[in-house]
Nanobody, 119 residues
Framework: VQLVESGGDLVQPGGSLGLSCAASGRTDAMGWFRQAPGKEREFVVAINWSGVTNYADSAKGRFTISQDVVKNTVFLQMNSLKPEDTAVYYC?????????????????WGQGTQVTVSS
């Protein structure tokens, strides 16, 4: 399965940005992780094929994940962005055996897309 991400950009604090990730095949779950410079990769949000979602505390109330199961595509709408949201955002796809928020649940990873929140 190959993942193609799009949507990363430079945005001002308080602004909004949408990311998308298209998979070449169906998997049980898809999600987003992010990695800021000098930090570990961290979970952001994920969704399984039946629509069950899991959000990191940092994403709750600001980010929304949705999916098009026919097109094997997930969308991440990010609102009220903060400078601390600056990171490379990675799309992930795979099963959910270990939980939606656990990296080892995912077998496939995208190349990453840069999101920069700065004035």
């Amino acid at each position: 399965v190959q993942l193609v991400e799009s949507g990363g950009d430079l945005v001002q604090p308080g602004g909004s940005l949408g990311l998308s990730c298209a998979a070449s095949g169906r998997t049980d779950a898809m999600g987003w992780f992010r990695q800021a410079p000098g930090k570990e990769r961290e979970f952001v949000v994920a969704i399984n094929w039946s629509g069950v979602t899991n959000y990191a505390d940092s994403a709750k109330g600001r980010f929304t994940i949705s999916q098009d199961v026919v097109k094997n595509t997930v969308f991440l709408q990010m609102n009220s962005l903060k400078p601390e949201d600056t990171a490379v955002y990675y799309c992930a796809a795979g099963g959910s055996s270990y939980g939606l928020g656990i990296p080892k649940s995912y077998d496939y990873w995208g190349q990453g897309t840069q999101v920069t929140v700065s004035s």
